[in-house]
């Protein structure tokens, strides 16, 4: 159930973000640099909810045997480090928007 709430809560703001508000294209510059290192809050909050999410499915995969494989475990560590490092450096929120929430 928390992974469809996480799920359902990264896909809403990101299809909202990316085809309503449009946001990621008009307030990032289009420019390669602009979608390395431009800001957008939105991504921000993908990137929080992602590290928490993954984080947290890290420490209960040990608890599932299926699932404390060395593949999970090493998918989770990352993509957790990934979103940590998108808020720690803010960066790459351009691509943030469509890999964490659509």
């Known amino acids: 159930m928390t992974s469809l ?5 990264c896909g809403f703001v990101g299809f909202k973000t990316w085809y309503f508000t449009r946001r990621v294209h008009k307030a990032i510059p289009q420019t390669p640099e602009g979608r390395v290192f ?14 928490t999410f993954q984080f947290w499915d890290l420490l209960v995969s040990f608890l599932i045997a299926e699932h404390c494989t ?7 560590f990352v ?6 490092s998108s808020l720690e450096c803010q960066y790459l929120h351009y691509y943030g928007v ?3 929430g659509l």
């Open 5 to 9: 709430a996480a799920l359902c809560y």
């Open 38 to 51: 431009g800001y957008l809050e939105e991504s921000e909050e993908l990137a929080a909810v992602n590290f």
């Open 70 to 76: 060395p593949i999970m475990m090493i998918h989770h």
């Open 79 to 84: 993509a957790a480090f990934v979103s940590w």
């Open 98 to 100: 469509f890999f964490l």
